[in-house]
């Protein structure tokens, strides 16, 4: 009897001559034909050490009759640097590949952050497809053409808007994902659901314990909705110039605890979860979100094991300096993206400095 | 009595939601609303030591209720590099510029060449102008969006194709450049009238003298009709897919001769100038050109004070081993420009390598 065919699924990124298509399903990396989006002769994988030994070899399995190699860079946001950017130009030149070449970007987000500015910036720009592991990256940073890395002073200040020719997501890769790591991708998809997707959030809160199981479909199903309203929402705007902002929901207030503790405590999508439910506070302080909404949203981080309370010894002050020199705050305004319900988000530049105090002390 | 208005002219870079305009006249920079292309309320002017004290404060009079600052980089080619863009970087981030910051380049082709680039890459692109000092730089590199830096292995590998808002050229900023670097500007513009312009090109020929004397019409009109030439091709490929190519008439012989004497002899546009002549005598040999065409070239490069042979000492198998590692050799192709006519320019890639060889014998 023959079993039945995987089920992979599609979403298309329509950004007219830059469209690309995202697939998606369970052991994908196995059998996705991603030599047909390779248009040259030659490719490289730029993965890093701890990824490398597991999925090279399954890559370029896929990339038959061409000719791979692999630069596998430290593993660590604190190697999102110039330095690693220039180590593959390097290797670039030094194997002599031509504006024909295609980079492949196999890993998290810092892996595809790099990789994208290398491939926008080589030659003025080469191919690039992206094959994201982690949660996080499949279904934010690999979706939108957001590519950077850090400086010394601030976090993914130097990059471009660049777009992949594809996206491979094999649901596979998060099998063996901590947990903390697998919840702070949950994160995101939380997010989606909270700033354009009422229904996709009500599917949420009845499939919170089937996606920390990891069911395969539940993890596909999720994904695919992730990278449908990201898409959705790039397509609409591609370079930030205003309506994008809403996916930031939660980063500014995340942000803030994210440079308090260093980087050194939460995850960015641990901070972000708190950042949401203080975004959503104040959205209730403006009238927008009832309370009842709140705490929905406050149940469903906690039953995907998120953290919703603000670190200890952080005080009202702490944001509130460091929001305010968050890069959002342009020409001086703090931009922050509030909720009008779940399922819709809003980029407001009017709000009353006490009522986000207040939403602060509300979260202490 | 009441003087007669400046005669500046307008060109139009057309590039749909890009496009530009190149302001071009006399004295332009005592009196052009620069400040109107600034759409924040803060400005970066990145120059060199050298044109610093010339020109930065007579631009910052042009920028009035703007916050402006300088950033002088050390002149030369060979702070063309990753290093002296972060220079830019760490600055910006320093003094706190955010996304609506523009960049404003003053000098000649390294320095727009690397803030092209800064302006692209900072915070995903923030806004650029150019204002461009030397004639290399008026009549090629601040139009048509390239923007780089060099690499230890290899020049202008990592780059982007980014478009200022506005680019403007006053002539008189010629009065103090060198004969040689004034010259080597003169070879670019007549390889605007060599690939898509012949009576530009006989218009050239009638006006060498007053080009040479840097009068100032000969020069506005010759900067304004090289700006409209390089506009119409970079709008027909703005990021070099085709056709755009013909802009390198010349450049690929010109490239082997600045690779062989390690850019410590002729300067770019002189080789450029020996390479365009080379690539007459080629297109002779394929039966497209005429001897006579040829002889036209030559003499009017020479009229310009523009070297027409290549340097003593370089032999034929140098130009074939160079020209065979060039970066427009594409997956293994050589690719040339050659001329159909005077005024008439195509990119071909099926040159009978005997032809090849016998156009460098013949220029020896």
């Given amino acids: 009897m023959a079993t039945s065919a ?29 030599a047909a989006h390779v248009h040259g002769k030659r490719a490289l994988i730029v993965t890093n050490t701890t990824i490398e030994p597991l999925l090279a070899d399954v890559l370029k399995a896929r990339l038959a009759g061409i000719e791979v190699e692999v630069l596998a860079l430290p593993d660590g946001e604190q190697y999102k640097t110039l330095d690693s950017l220039n180590l593959i130009y390097s290797h670039l030149l030094e194997h002599g590949h031509d504006r024909k070449t295609t980079l492949i970007a196999l890993g998290g987000g810092v892996v595809g952050d790099i990789t994208g500015f290398a491939a926008a910036s080589y030659q003025r720009g080469v191919n690039f497809i992206q094959v994201p592991t982690t949660l ?54 939380v997010k989606y659901g909270a700033i354009v997707d009422a229904e996709f959030f009500a599917w949420l809160e009845q499939h919170a314990e089937a996606l920390l199981a990891r069911d395969g479909d539940a993890l596909s199903y999720a994904i695919e909705q992730s990278c449908r309203a990201k898409a959705a929402v790039v397509s609409s705007d591609e370079t930030e110039q205003g309506r994008r902002a809403i996916l930031n929901l939660g980063h500014t207030f995340g942000h803030a605890i994210e440079t308090w503790q260093r980087y050194t405590g939460l995850l960015h999508g641990e901070a972000v979860a708190v950042g949401m439910l203080m975004a959503a506070r104040l959205s209730a302080l403006r009238g927008w979100l009832s309370a009842a909404e709140v705490a929905r949203l406050a149940a469903l981080l906690e039953a995907l094991g998120l953290p ?50 207040e939403s602060i002390a509300q979260s202490l």
Same sequence: chains 1, 2.
């Fill in 308 to 357: 919703t309370a603000v670190p200890a010894g952080m005080q009202v002050e702490d944001f509130s300096k460091l929001m305010l020199r968050d890069k959002k705050v342009l020409d001086g305004q703090l931009r922050l993206v509030l909720m009008g319900a779940i399922g819709e988000a809003m980029v407001v530049v009017d709000t009353p400095p006490e009522l986000l105090l």
């Fill in 136 to 189: 996080l990256s499949q279904v934010d940073s690999s979706v939108g053409g957001k590519t950077a890395v850090n400086h010394p002073l601030g976090k993914n200040m130097i990059g471009a808007f660049y777009q992949p020719q594809a996206v491979f997501i094999d649901t596979d890769c998060l099998a063996t994902l901590p947990p903390r790591e697998f919840a702070a991708g949950l994160a995101e998809v």
């Fill in 6 to 34: 995987p089920r992979d699924t599609l979403v298309n990124v329509d950004l007219g001559a830059r469209s690309y298509p995202i697939a998606i399903g369970a052991g994908l990396l196995a059998r996705a034909d991603i």
